[in-house]
């Protein structure tokens, strides 16, 4: 006598990603936790300042917080400060202990975030460096850190990503930024003069096999990978 019963598959299996719509993205969002009050004054006031708008969303902030606490992560590395708003979603997740260490090359985005950050509740755990994102990596030790961010200059993203595999420890995090290069991956005549680099920074990580790697659909699409 058969133990087993008649099961019935679905036809279609999920060997293929199904279609991710707006309507999805708005689906997670109200069931994501959202900005509180001090994220959402420190956006309008970037947007006082003429900071660009181009910092990471709510959700893409929530996964990010909960991969570093999945990772039991206490060192950060951050290339791309811009405002402060991923540093200090980042540093939110981190243990008492822990330590966020971002990096900008342009001296006013830096002297804001340094005032958000200071205001924050996150204050003696963020670090702010300025200057070019390579010089100041190579000042940090090797294996020194559980995870990095990149979300700067996408021409740079190569050399970036050369430091950070050096700096986080194996097993670590890297999370990379705008793989769908601000929506304009597939365009045959992109308007972005950055589209040709991301294209082909997203070939030279698939490649990599340093780092085990998925571009995950949130905001512009971001890098998740494993250092090996």
């Known amino acids: 006598m058969s133990l087993t019963r008649d099961v019935r598959y679905p036809v279609v299996m999920s060997v293929e990603q199904g279609l991710v719509t707006a309507q999805h993205y708005r689906y997670i969002a109200e069931r994501t936790g959202g900005e509180d009050v001090f ?4 956006r309008r006031d970037a947007l006082a300042a003429e900071i660009p708008a181009i910092s990471i969303g709510p959700i893409q902030a929530s ?4 991969l570093l606490r999945t990772a039991a992560a206490k060192e950060v590395v951050e290339i791309g400060t811009l405002a402060g708003y991923s540093a200090i979603s980042m540093a939110r997740a981190l243990p008492d202990d822990g330590r966020v260490r971002t990096i900008d090359i342009e001296p006013k985005h830096a002297r804001f975030a340094e ?14 460096h300025v200057g070019p994102g390579v010089e100041v990596l190579n000042t940090f030790d090797e294996d020194s850190a559980d995870a990095a961010f990149i979300d700067a200059d996408k021409g740079g993203y190569p050399a970036y990503l050369e430091e950070c595999v050096r700096i986080v ?3 670590g995090l890297i999370m990379v930024d705008n793989a769908f290069a ?7 005549d992109p308007t972005d003069p950055e589209v040709a680099a991301v294209r082909a920074f997203n070939d030279t990580l698939a490649a990599d096999g340093r ?3 998925i571009i995950v659909p949130f905001g512009d699409g971001m890098w998740v990978g494993s250092v090996g």
């Open 211 to 213: 780092v085990q790697g």
């Open 182 to 188: 601000f929506g304009q991956l597939f365009y045959e």
């Open 63 to 66: 996964f990010i917080q909960i």
């Open 169 to 171: 420890r194996k097993g």
């Open 39 to 42: 994220l959402e004054e420190l």
């Open 115 to 128: 005032e958000k950050i200071a205001a924050s509740d996150v204050a003696g755990k963020v670090e702010v």
